[in-house]
């Protein structure tokens, strides 16, 4: 599936691929530019899941051409940083761009750098319950949701309904003329 985060910037959304992918953090993490791309393959309860991840980036001036990955996207993650109220305030423009440009995917929040003092708590609570969206709060720095969100990929329902679909276009396209 593809998977596509998006967000405000240096809201955590690179380290927590660092950290999904590679298991590994880090602290001191460049910006991303425009953005970028990697495959990994999830394994959880003998089920596996290839993803083909865009990390995009979250400065203002990428805003224009960010949503132009959420074409075809199987999840969509919306990450903010928990520490920080501006990062939260900017989900509801990036919710805006997922329903526009990308309805039927997956959404998941994910709220990032859960292991800093979070003084918006009763926002993030109403905001989660008025839209009935499912909230995953995970620190890159100590592992903590980071299983939950693994879990949560890998059982995703968009995912299954595209593997499906994947698989039965390479069914088609291996049938020979006879």
Known sequence: GKLVLAGASASGK???IQKL???IFYNDIGTTISAAFTQHQFCQN???VLFRIWDTA???RF???TPAYFRDASIILL???VSSAQSFNELNYWMEMKQKYCSKADLLIVGCKNDLQCDIDEQICSFIEERKIQ?????????DGINNLISRLVNSTQCEKQDKLEFKNEIQE???CC
């Open 14 to 16: 690179t380290t927590l």
């Open 21 to 23: 992918v590679n298991d």
């Open 46 to 48: 003998n089920k596996r």
């Open 58 to 60: 979250g400065q203002e």
């Open 63 to 65: 805003k224009a051409i």
């Open 79 to 81: 990450c903010f940083d």
């Open 135 to 143: 909230l995953y709060k995970v620190s890159s720095k100590t592992g």
């Open 174 to 176: 291996n049938r020979g």
